[in-house]
Every structure is written in C-alpha cells, then in structure tokens.
T-cell receptor, first 114, second 110 residues
Framework: NAGVTQTPKFRVLKTGQSMTLLCAQD?????MYWYRQDPGMGLRLIHY???????AKGEVPDGYNVSRLKKQNFLLGLESAAPSQTSVYFC?????????????FGPGTRLTVL | ELKVEQNPLFLSMQEGKNYTIYCNYS?????LYWYRQDPGKSLESLFV?????AVKQEGRLMASLDTKARLSTLHITAAVHDLSATYFC??????????FGKGTKLSVKP
C-alpha cells in the first residue's frame, strides 16, 4: 500500500497563475483533509471532506477550492496564486466517525509563488 | 474558538535527561493527538488520546490527557539523539477538524 500520495512534490508559480494539487489514498478512508504549514506555525486546515462528493471549509479556506469526485482522491485548487500562498501543503486521510480517527499524512507539496 | 498552546516552543536537552512538553487547549474536545515531524518530512502519528486520564507509552515517550484541566503532556524519559524532532499536539474540533499547536522543536545533545 502506498498510503497517502501527493502530486507534485514541488512547484513554483507566478502570481496570478492557477494550479491543482492532487491527493490520493489507497486505504479506503472516508475522510480527507488539506493543510498548509508555514514556518513557525503548526498545520492549519484549509478544507476537508467527510465522504465522496462532500467538502467543507476549515480554518483558512480563502483563495482555495477543493473537489472530491472520487473517494480515493481529493483535489486542492488555487485559481489565482498569491505570494501569501507560498507554503508546504499536506494532505491527510482517516476512517472518520467515532473512535481514534487517526489521520495519516502524505509527504507534502512545497509551493512557491513569486 | 478553540485554541491550542504548546510550551515550550524550543527545547534543548542533554541525552539521558527527562523533560515534559505541555499542550493546553481552550474548549472541550473528544480527541487529542500527538505527532512527530522530522525536518523536511511529513507528520508521523505518535498517540491518540480519547478519554480523561488516558495514558499511552511508546518507548521513551509517554502521553497523558486531563480533560478537566484541558491539558495533555508528552513526557520524555532518558532522551536520546534520535528523539530530536518537532512535536505537535492537535485537538479535534469535530469531524477530524484538527487545530494544531505551533509545535515544540526538540534538540537532544550528547
């Protein structure tokens, strides 16, 4: 099992460009999440999904959109990139529901917006 | 609004010493998590704590939860260099909507 994978690993954008980050998981998890991590900060939740076809806003959703058309994939889109979106982006997935609901993280995508 | 505070943010330890990292949170929650992150790497799950008085141990690390005090601790026993990393606590607001602390950067020196 590959677990949680993210594509691409690195990307450099110019201000105003758009891009999509892909997250895939092979654990049949219901819940998926997108976080960003900035220096000196913990992770902050951007958007999350509790099942195929659903999405919800997290702590810092502005400037991002997401889609969950298939259970195993969760896409994060930046329509018009800004330098403030320079960050490391992590995707995670979990079973959801009661109990531990432990989140498993992907390797991250390092995004630089010039 | 749920807030999560960790302290200390930086910790330099000598090998063989004991120390505790503290995680305070502002509102009630069902679940508390501890993660480890090595430089340039992803997050690795260490512990999930569900109930008041929960205690979990793995090797030289032990985590505990006091829901009445809204406090979790991560205790390090007889530190070794391999434990050098950044440790995060995170509290579940609902549906896995985690609020993370800023992290404690631990450096263990010989």
């Amino acid at each position: 099992n590959a677990g949680v994978t993210q594509t691409p690993k690195f990307r450099v954008l110019k201000t105003g460009q758009s891009m999509t980050l892909l997250c895939a998981q092979d654990m049949n998890h219901e819940y998926m999440y997108w976080y960003r991590q900035d220096p000196g900060m913990g992770l902050r939740l951007i958007h999350y999904s509790v099942g195929e076809g659903t999405t919800a806003k997290g702590e810092v959703p502005d400037g991002y959109n997401v889609s969950r058309l298939k259970k195993q994939n969760f896409l994060l889109g930046l329509e018009s990139a800004a330098p403030s979106q320079t960050s490391v982006y992590f995707c995670a997935s979990s079973w959801g529901g009661q109990g531990y609901n432990e989140q498993f993280f992907g390797p991250g995508t390092r995004l630089t917006v010039l | 609004e749920l807030k999560v505070e960790q302290n200390p943010l930086f910790l330099s330890m000598q090998e063989g010493k004991n120390y505790t990292i503290y995680c305070n949170y502002s509102t009630t929650s069902d679940r508390l998590y501890w993660y480890r992150q090595d430089p340039g790497k992803s997050l690795e799950s260490l512990f999930v704590l569900l109930s008041n008085g929960a205690v979990k141990q793995e090797g030289r690390l032990m985590a505990s939860l006091d829901t009445k005090a809204r406090l979790s601790t991560l205790h390090i026993t007889a530190a070794v260099h391999d434990l050098s990393a950044t440790y995060f606590c995170a509290v579940d607001r609902s549906q896995g909507n985690l609020i993370f602390g800023k992290g404690t950067k631990l450096s263990v020196k010989p």
